[in-house]
């Protein structure tokens, strides 16, 4: 069974920062590029940052460059996403799935960033 499984979020004051942890299972997570996606209240799901299969090449939206890092550990079937100098408006439920045609997706992490 394909799952995936998101974790790590929280409550944090802007400047603060977050590592989100995704655990993929019954699958070859090390052929598939992975893709963080996150959801704001009221918004559809957007694109935050992808990395290629081997972790070579990662591509981010502008609002996060210099800000997130996204990584894998192909061994332990897990990408992260570490998340530096949080703002407001990076609140959102992340998730992450790999290229279409998509996995069901996971319970997302709440990430809440207020003072």
């Known amino acids: 069974q394909e799952a995936l499984v998101e974790s790590g979020g929280g409550l944090v004051q802007p400047g603060g920062s977050l590592r989100l942890s995704c655990a993929a299972s019954?699958?070859?997570?090390?052929?598939?590029?992975m893709t963080w996606y996150r959801q704001a209240p009221g918004r559809g799901r957007d694109y935050v940052a992808s990395?290629?299969?081997?972790?070579?090449?990662?591509t981010y939206t502008d609002s996060v460059k210099g800000r997130f890092t996204i990584s894998r550990d192909n061994a332990k079937n897990t990408v992260y996403l570490q998340m530096n100098n949080l703002k407001p408006e990076d609140t959102a439920v992340y998730y992450c799935?790999?290229?279409?045609?998509?996995?069901?997706w996971g319970q997302g992490t709440q990430v809440t960033v207020s003072s």
């Open positions: 990395i290629t299969s081997d972790g070579s090449i990662s």
């Open positions: 799935n790999r290229p279409r045609p998509y996995l069901d």
């Open positions: 019954g699958f070859d997570f090390s052929a598939y590029a």
